[in-house]
């Protein structure tokens, strides 16, 4: 028989896997680039062959505004679960479909078009999948859990980020680059659509939160989430911005700026890259989770206020160390690992909790992805130009002081404003 306990426990596990398998087709298109520019951008230059491939990577971030609103509305109007188990189905089929989906050799420009369109569909669907996974285990964990849990979603998002690093580096130790280009490469999208599929499933066995089913009963829904968050929740939405600015940012920076950033303009070797990458990522897990447990305890505010500073004392002193080109990777893997963990493990906790139930899905997901589609889309370009503004390699460094500070400051006003304004009560609008 199964106990309450460990009932909530299947739920958070369960409900990470959505962003886990986000996290984790994502990372593993940026890794097989080099082989599907092959299979669906034949071109004369290797360059050009890349660049519309990785273009196609970021189709996926541009979605995600319209996803947001859309899943957004969908889970405050109808319900937490629907939504997520909609949002999920879809991203399963659109990476099972990159699977098996023909090359240019099969089926000329139709090839790359529908690739794009597969992308598509994964960003504006997570759009709405990790908002709602947020949302729906907020409400339905114990409040003194509340932390840790969706400190869990976080970890599980970074732990797809770990998968898929680790799926590339087996894929390409077991296989050579002809099998790779002619058929390997489709293993590690077959795998996370078939995942999809088990997650959907085993999710069609919750049910609606209580919490939501209760405003539902008394007729205190919003008319248009989206309108009434832009009429009196502005600046909680502005600061969710900036509290998860540190967030998606480091992120961002850590592990998908420094690959280039340091094999190919400081000359450090590129499997001392990967193997402190996948450390960094690896100890983050514990730390993020950690950070969520002192949030159920202690006072969240000033616990994100202290990890944005963190993240801005330590940035520059990392980075200066990287551009002297003498940096012990391991250690700045352990110090990335403290600033990364440190904020993602409460950052989420501060802005789901800030909205009220009504319009809850609706703030979650556009702080998000506004955030996303601003500082995590946008960060690897920041980190270049940076190096050509300034001509100092430590420049980078920058982004992520700035990122820090904005989410101390974002927690503090966050905090002060919760005092007075909590996210409780009906708002005008409502039915």
């Known amino acids: 028989m199964t106990t309450p306990v460990a009932a909530k426990n299947r739920i958070v596990v369960i409900t990470s896997l959505g962003g886990f398998l986000e996290a984790y087709d994502f990372t593993v ?7 599907l520019s092959l299979v669906f951008f034949p071109a004369a230059s290797v360059g050009t062959s890349l660049l519309n491939t990785f273009i196609t990577f970021s189709v996926g971030y541009l979605a995600r505004p319209l996803g947001a609103i859309v899943f957004s509305h969908w889970g405050d109007r109808n319900g937490r679960k629907g939504s997520f188990m909609v949002t999920v189905v879809l991203m399963a089929v659109a990476t099972f479909g990159i699977g098996i989906l023909p090359g240019h050799e099969q089926i000329g420009v139709l090839a790359p078009v529908t690739l794009a369109l597969f992308r598509l569909l994964q960003g504006f669907c997570f759009a709405g999948e990790f908002s709602g996974a947020v949302t729906y285990l907020y409400e339905t964990i114990p409040t003194h859990r509340q932390g840790v849990g969706v400190a869990c979603l976080g970890a599980g998002t970074m732990a797809g980020i770990l998968m898929g690093v680790l799926m590339h580096s087996v894929l390409v130790t077991w296989f050579d680059e002809r099998q790779l280009i002619a058929w390997g490469w489709r293993i590690p999208f077959l795998l996370g659509g078939s995942l999809g599929g088990v997650s959907y499933v085993i999710r069609r066995r919750f049910v609606e939160s209580s919490v939501f089913t209760a405003v539902v009963e008394r007729g205190q829904r919003e008319r248009i989430p989206f309108m009434t968050l832009l009429t009196h929740y502005k600046a909680e939405l502005l ?8 967030v998606l940012a480091s992120v961002c920076m850590l592990f998908f ?13 590129a499997e001392a890259v990967a193997y402190a990458n996948s450390l960094n990522m690896f100890l983050g897990l514990p730390v993020c989770i950690v950070v969520g447990w002192l949030g159920d305890r202690y006072n969240r505010y000033w616990i994100m206020t202290g990890a944005g500073l963190l993240v801005a004392i330590a940035a520059w002193p990392v980075f200066s160390w990287y551009a002297g080109g003498e940096a012990n990777l391991l250690v700045a893997a352990v110090v990335g690992a403290l600033m990364w963990g440190s904020v993602e493990g409460i950052a989420i906790l501060l802005v789901v909790s800030s909205f009220p139930v009504a319009l809850r899905y609706t703030g979650m997901a556009c702080s998000y992805n506004i955030c996303a589609t601003l500082f995590a889309g946008m960060g690897t370009m920041v980190g270049f130009w940076l190096i050509r503004l300034t001509g100092n390699m430590a420049s980078p460094g920058y982004y992520l002081v700035i990122s820090g500070l904005a989410g101390a400051i974002g927690a503090y006003l966050l905090g002060q404003r919760q005092s007075v304004k909590p996210a409780v009560g009906r708002l005008s609008g409502q039915e």
Do not use: C, Q
């Open 29 to 35: 298109y940026a890794h097989m680039s080099a082989y």
């Open 239 to 246: 600061l969710g911005i900036l509290v998860l600015m540190p």
């Open 257 to 269: 700026f420094t690959p280039g950033y340091l094999t190919r303009m400081l000359g450090y070797s």
